[in-house]
């Protein structure tokens, strides 16, 4: 029997537009976003679906909003298939939240709340630092790690085999850019972002995120939800509070987390959510995997015939 798991798009893959065409086709998906809309406390569904892309780009309203694309495509593929089971759940960075809401771990407003509050502290962290993030394509993990030494910087995404992801303080980044395309990275390019995610320059907003975190009830998830720390299925709520705090400063073991969903047996993965990076990683961890994924009134037609 095959095992299906879910998983949820992190920074990076929000689009202006996302979500509009399900809540102009379905009553429950609107009824999502103006739920999202009261919970925060502002139209968080207008600059989903109109941007403009600065304001949707903003890590305050990306996070948010992806996390939120991610839940009301989730219900929705829920609806049109009552049958849908799913035995795990991941999310990538922000991701986790949703992974963690789906699972039932936290409710969509305690989830919706908290991530937009990460966000913020994230932005506040940007602005106190100058730091940067680079992709390192085509070189491997080892010759990767020998380059984040010399330059002083860290892995912040190991996202595939092939595509890697550093951070640190925006010159180290410049520098370590030379030294991978030195070790013979294919390609070596800054990314255009507001800081140096997953690396010790976001400490700042670890105690701000963990008093958030007390905030909110946690409880055991009814799935198993891989933490992205450690790449194995989160336990007790202490336990995804402290994980969830440590993930602002730690490397995504994205790579890693997919290796164990594949070593227990799960054939099948659905991304939910905006873009289809995480199927592109899935290609390179295990061409054999099934992806199928839900973005759109499209996407979600394709994969409701796929799972009924």
């Keep these: 029997m095959s095992k299906t798991a879910l998983l949820f798009a992190g920074q990076g893959a929000q689009v202006v537009g996302m979500g509009k065409d399900l809540a102009e086709k379905y009553s429950s998906a609107k009824m999502w976003f103006d739920r999202a ?59 986790e939240f949703t992974a963690l809401a789906v699972g039932g771990a936290m409710s969509f407003e305690d989830g919706l709340r908290a991530v937009r509050q990460r966000g913020r502290f994230m932005q506040e962290a940007c602005d106190a630092t100058r730091g940067g993030m680079a992709a390192i394509i085509g070189l491997d993990e080892a ?35 030379e030294l991978a395309r030195a070790k013979g990275a294919k390609r070596a390019i800054a990314l255009t ?37 450690t ?20 490397s995504v073991l994205w790579e890693q987390s997919m290796r164990t969903l594949l070593t227990q047996g799960f054939t099948r993965f659905v991304e939910l959510g905006p873009g289809t990076a995480l199927s592109g990683f899935m290609r390179r961890i295990d061409k054999n995997a099934q992806m199928l994924n839900v973005a759109d009134v499209a996407s979600l037609e394709t994969t409701v015939k796929a799972l009924v």
């Design 193 to 229: 972002v507001a800081g140096a995610y997953h690396s010790p320059l976001m400490a700042g907003a670890r105690p701000k995120l963990q008093v958030e975190l007390e905030k909110i009830n946690i409880t055991a998830p009814v799935v198993p939800v891989i933490s992205n720390v």
């Design 231 to 250: 790449a194995l299925p989160h336990d007790r709520p202490s336990g995804i509070r402290e994980r969830l705090v440590e993930q602002v400063t730690s």
């Design 37 to 95: 809309n009261a919970a925060v406390g502002y139209d968080l569904a207008a600059i989903c679906f109109n941007g403009p892309e600065p304001e949707l780009t903003r890590t305050e309203n990306a996070q948010p909003g992806i996390f939120l694309v991610g839940w009301v495509t989730f219900q929705l593929l829920k609806e049109q298939v009552p049958a849908l089971k799913f035995d795990a759940a991941a999310g990538l960075s922000l991701g």
């Design 143 to 177: 010759p990767t790690r020998e380059v984040c030494a010399a330059a002083g910087v860290v892995l912040a995404n190991l996202n595939c085999p092939g595509q890697l992801v550093i951070s640190g303080e925006e010159d180290k980044i410049a520098q370590a850019v």
